[in-house]
């Protein structure tokens, strides 16, 4: 019986993950949401608690639901789940678990040019997104009872609008009704993101992902992590051009970019790389 | 023990406690009440 490639075995755990964070799909018919008690638990992705099929809550979601609350402006709670997932896996999430990981990366797979990011720098946006629209806009702009808005799921999410708002509007005319200018500027942002992750590999992740911004900044210290074996690198540079997310895995190996994916220990021809959860 | 392993297992502790606290301050009931319910934000809605 031939053995699994690791990316045979990541896509398994990609598309299992997916399932089990979505596993409520007979509600996807009937436009209803999940209820029970998952929902006090955050997946470790990016997954819309209003999409009809999710047992789990979003982590980004819940950190705003939580900051916006009026009695308290951070979430200790979602912060510390993300603290001890991010500390075990880093962005390895983002390379097996999350459900918009997995989206994109089959969107990429359609034919078109493909190209990299026009300007490196763009990377950073994610930070920007995460400090203004997660943490301080719901915490600050809030109403006459002191709730904020969750501005990155209202302004920014795609992941909302694929998962939640397309479905929740295709079974609910209420909602079509009452749908304008947000839902139309919503749907241009998924259409440029679909389009985004068509053309570069990997995009929102690499750009406008508030938690893939989190668990980055992880990476450098996450159990899970890259190990390069200086001695046997030949510095080829096969790594730098299989990577996704377009790092040098052999002068960055915690770089925050990273997800872990492993193409690039796959493809050395020293086999200098390895995923490792010990040193 | 290295530097690595004693940040990880610092960061660790820091994430449960931070869970721990909170709980005790009743965030969950918040993140459950906002993940049952239709997120007009979130399907834009508003």
């Excluded at chain 1, 999940?34 to 047992?55: D, E, I, M, R």
Aim: hydrophobic share 45%; proline share 6%; charged share 15%.
């Amino acid at each position: 019986m031939t053995s699994l490639s690791h990316n045979m075995k990541r896509r398994l755990i990609q598309w299992i993950a997916f399932a089990m964070t979505n596993a409520q799909i007979g509600n996807l018919g009937m436009g209803k949401l999940y209820k029970g008690p998952w929902k006090q638990f955050c997946s470790p992705g990016l997954n819309c608690y209003s999409c009809p099929a999710a047992v789990t809550a979003c982590p980004i979601g819940a950190m705003q639901a939580v900051g916006g609350a009026g009695q308290f402006n951070i979430s200790f709670y979602i912060i510390g789940i993300l603290m001890l997932i991010g500390i075990l896996l880093g962005r390895a999430v983002c390379g097996f678990l999350c459900p918009f990981g997995l989206f994109q990366e089959l969107l990429h797979k359609l034919p078109s040019p493909k190209r990299l990011l026009p300007w490196k720098k763009l990377i950073y946006l994610k930070y920007v997104v995460l400090i203004v629209f997660v943490i301080l806009l719901p915490a600050i702009f809030t109403n006459y009872m002191g709730i904020g808005d969750p501005a990155f799921c209202k302004y920014i999410c795609p992941a909302g609008t694929l998962e939640g708002g397309i479905p929740l509007l295709l079974t609910h005319p209420e909602l079509r009704q009452a749908a304008g200018n947000l839902f139309l500027w919503k749907m241009m942002l998924l259409l440029a993101v679909i389009i985004g992750s068509v053309v570069i590999e990997r995009f929102f992740c690499k750009v406008l992902c508030p938690l893939g911004a989190i668990y980055g900044l992880l990476n450098r210290f996450s159990v899970y992590h890259l190990h390069v074996d200086d001695k046997k690198c030949i510095s080829c540079g096969a790594c730098s051009r299989l990577c996704p997310m377009e790092i040098s895995p052999v002068f960055s190996p915690d770089s925050a970019e990273c997800i872990r994916c492993g193409k690039c220990a796959g493809q050395c021809p020293e086999q200098a790389i390895h995923m490792v959860w010990k040193k | 023990m290295s530097r690595r392993r004693g940040i990880q297992i610092l960061i660790g502790l820091a994430g449960a406690f931070l869970v721990v606290m909170g709980i005790e301050r009743g965030e969950v009931p918040v993140v459950l009440h906002k993940a049952v319910n239709i997120c007009l934000e979130c399907i834009g809605i508003g």
